[in-house]
């Protein structure tokens, strides 16, 4: 069983960065891919970026603005957001998929507000 731990979230004001870590309890190297996903109030949970062995992709949204990465000695995916904006306001997870199932974790919450 695959346990995923987010952390880096927090309050920024508009125009700032923060740093999201997405922990496995496992190796990474197995992974197909890795990704994260975000969920603001009243709306459905929509894909951010992902990354595979061989590329990455990003929301529109986001693009130009937002970086995923892994580490993998450290087993572990990062999220880069820069230029945040009052609407990246959510709740952003970390989904791993290993060809068979995909793994989430808990959640870590971003708000951007002056």
């Known amino acids: 069983q695959v346990q995923l731990v987010e952390s880096g979230g927090g309050l920024v004001q508009p125009g700032g960065s923060l740093r999201l870590s997405c922990a496995a309890s496992?190796?990474?190297?197995?992974?197909?891919?890795m990704g994260w996903y975000r969920q603001a109030p009243g709306e459905e949970r929509e894909l951010v970026a992902a990354?595979?062995?061989?590329?990455?992709n990003y929301a529109d949204s986001v693009r130009g603005r937002f970086t995923i990465s892994r580490d993998i000695p450290k087993n572990t995916v990062y999220l880069q957001m820069n230029s945040l904006k009052p609407e990246d306001t959510a709740v952003y997870s970390c989904?791993?998929?290993?060809?068979?199932?995909?793994?989430w974790g808990q959640g870590t919450l971003v708000t951007v507000s002056s």
């Open positions: 990354i595979t062995r061989s590329d990455t």
């Open positions: 496992g190796s990474i190297f197995s992974f197909n891919r």
């Open positions: 989904m791993c998929n290993n060809g068979i199932s995909n793994y």
